[in-house]
């Protein structure tokens, strides 16, 4: 699959993706897409890596403390 560098605009320069690959990130015009160091190059993601690191504390941390949010669930 390859990607072509769409006309200047301003300092910048778009990235025409093909619809399959909007298909697969599932993503339509005008999403934010972000972008992170891989190993490889870069991934590229609908989802804020970030926001997904922090849910991951918040799930390990519900699970430490399971037994007291059923006590103060009842």
Same mark, same amino acid.
């Given at each position: 699959?390859?990607?072509? &560098?769409? #006309? ?9 993706? /093909?619809? +399959? ?6 993503? %339509?015009?005008?999403?934010? &897409?972000? #972008? ?9 993601? /609908?989802? +804020? ?6 849910? %991951? ?18």
């Amino acid at each position: 699959m390859s990607w072509r &560098l769409a #006309v200047r605009r301003g300092h910048s320069v778009g990235v025409i993706l /093909p619809k +399959e690959l909007l298909a697969r990130l599932k993503v %339509e015009k005008g999403d934010t &897409l972000y #972008v992170t160091d891989a190993p490889a190059g870069v991934t590229l993601t /609908p989802y +804020e890596p970030d926001f997904a690191q922090q849910l %991951e504390v918040g799930r390990e941390f519900m699970r430490e403390y399971r037994d007291t949010f059923r006590t103060l669930a009842k």
